[in-house]
């Protein structure tokens, strides 16, 4: 910074020389820097700046390592889950799920930005795996401990490549437990649900709202429709005799699911085996050939190759059930067949639509004047003949 510069053409030439060794340097630390992150990053390190639900923490062995970071770990691992089980339906509902929780960081005047929950659902950090665009690094297994399994980000890729889910209703609350279920007795439309007002409070209705129908705009009073459904779910009963019979289907399901479980097993490691080939076939094909439309073909059709295996090694890597984990998932898996009317009186909005999704193949059709119609019983009632005789609906009597 002391050296002064002579305003002659020796001076210039020095001045140049000097400029052009800096930029030298300057570039030759760049280069170094990038390799250096590079071959850290291809050891399983994430070199940037660590993304929302992890922190650097200095780890003996491995230096700087990402590490969940509580709560935001939390925050991040529901979100992706949520969207990949289809309890958010959209971003939008991923956006707002975010901006729900008042420490959730890059919140803006309260708003999270779209950017900020596209790019939360498709980093692999977030699975475990290190890509890079800049370095063309393709799902390398990180050394840092995942937020989410494989599975449900691939679950999650495969949710943002699809299209046409309508966003969840806002008004969707619990006052009304067969809403989108019951439909109309004249036309099968489904019922919709209002709370009417009165002279001195609020009276809740369902009622139709085709046009045409005989029942457009005719009422029908919660209570009536709802307890006489509660009869319905009351019958769903089993017997002792049946109920033993189930465990033992269950078991030999159970034990066919772990021989599947074990071919299944098999043939991926069969498929990771021709993976590699096709990989080591590909990348000899590059190497041969000057054109790059065609390696930038190769590059795609690895990158896709990698991604496939990591799913498979993951898939065969995962701890196999313990031997008592039958007994563990058999329990629960048959209280729904045991005791579905227990479940419903509990009132929990989320156990009665479990109850309606494996109780019934069909909604509950209803009609104002008759009453309600035969509902469509599920296989598993049908076959293990849970359904006690004798209750009546318009009519028809529902058999053994």
């Known amino acids: 910074m002391n050296f002064k510069f002579d305003e002659t053409p020796e001076g210039e030439f020095i001045e140049?020389?000097?400029?052009?060794?800096?930029?030298?340097?300057r570039k030759q630390n760049g280069r170094q820097v990038a390799q250096?992150?590079?071959?850290?990053?291809?050891?399983?390190?994430?070199?940037?700046?660590?993304?929302?639900g992890f922190r650097y923490k200095t780890v003996k062995g491995h230096g700087k390592l990402l590490h969940p970071d509580e709560p935001h770990a939390s925050t991040v691992r529901e979100a992706i889950e949520g969207f990949a089980i289809r309890r958010f339906q959209t971003q939008a509902e991923v956006k707002r799920f975010l901006e729900?929780?008042?420490?959730?960081?890059?919140?803006?005047?309260?708003?999270?930005?779209?950017?900020?929950?596209?790019?939360?659902?498709?980093?692999?950090?977030?699975?475990?795996?290190?890509?890079?665009?800049?370095?063309?690094?393709?799902?390398?297994?990180?050394q840092h401990e995942p937020l989410v399994s494989m599975a449900t980000f691939e679950k999650v890729q495969a949710r943002l490549n699809d299209?046409?889910?309508?966003?969840?209703?806002?008004?969707?609350?619990?006052?009304?437990?067969?809403?989108?279920?019951?439909?109309?007795?004249?036309?099968?439309?489904?019922?919709?649900?209002?709370?009417?007002?009165?002279?001195?409070?609020?009276?809740?209705?369902?009622?139709?709202?085709?046009?045409?129908?005989?029942?457009?705009?005719?009422?029908?009073?919660?209570?009536?429709?709802?307890?006489?459904?509660?009869?319905?779910?009351?019958?769903?009963?089993?017997?002792?005799?049946?109920?033993?019979?189930?465990?033992?289907?269950?078991?030999?399901?159970?034990?066919?699911?772990?021989?599947?479980?074990?071919?299944?097993?098999?043939?991926?490691?069969?498929?990771?085996?021709?993976?590699?080939?096709?990989?080591?076939?590909?990348?000899?094909?590059?190497m041969r050939t000057n054109d790059d439309s065609i390696i930038g073909a190769y590059e795609k059709r690895i990158a896709k190759l990698e991604r496939s295996k990591v799913l498979m090694v993951e898939n065969l890597t995962k701890t196999p059930r313990k031997s008592n984990s039958y007994e563990a998932f058999l329990e629960p898996s048959l209280t729904v067949l045991s005791s579905p009317w227990k479940i419903w009186e509990s009132g929990d909005a989320n156990l009665r639509r479990i109850v309606l999704r494996l109780g019934f193949s069909g909604g509950f059709s209803y009609h104002r004047i008759d009453g309600p119609r035969t509902p469509e019983i599920s296989l598993p009632f049908k076959t293990l003949g849970m359904i006690s005789g004798g209750v009546k609906f318009n009519g028809a009597a529902r058999e053994n």
């Open 163 to 286: 299209t046409g889910y309508a966003p969840a209703r806002a008004d969707i609350g619990e006052d009304f437990a067969l809403r989108g279920f019951a439909t109309c007795g004249d036309c099968g439309a489904k019922l919709r649900s209002s709370w009417s007002k009165g002279k001195t409070k609020y009276y809740p209705y369902y009622l139709c709202h085709t046009k045409g129908c005989e029942s457009y705009g005719k009422s029908i009073s919660r209570a009536k429709i709802e307890s006489s459904f509660e009869e319905v779910v009351k019958s769903l009963q089993p017997s002792p005799t049946y109920m033993i019979l189930a465990k033992k289907m269950f078991k030999r399901a159970w034990e066919g699911r772990l021989e599947h479980t074990k071919a299944a097993a098999r043939s991926a490691k069969r498929k990771i085996t021709e993976a590699d080939t096709q990989i080591e076939t590909l990348l000899s094909r590059i």
């Open 100 to 142: 729900s929780k008042p420490d959730y960081p890059y919140v803006k005047d309260g708003k999270v930005r779209d950017k900020r929950v596209t790019d939360l659902l498709t980093n692999p950090l977030y699975a475990g795996y290190v890509c890079s665009e800049v370095y063309e690094l393709n799902w390398l297994k990180g």
């Open 16 to 25: 140049t020389i000097m400029a052009a060794q800096g930029a030298l340097e």
């Open 36 to 52: 250096k992150m590079k071959a850290r990053m291809q050891l399983g390190y994430w070199v940037h700046n660590a993304p929302v």
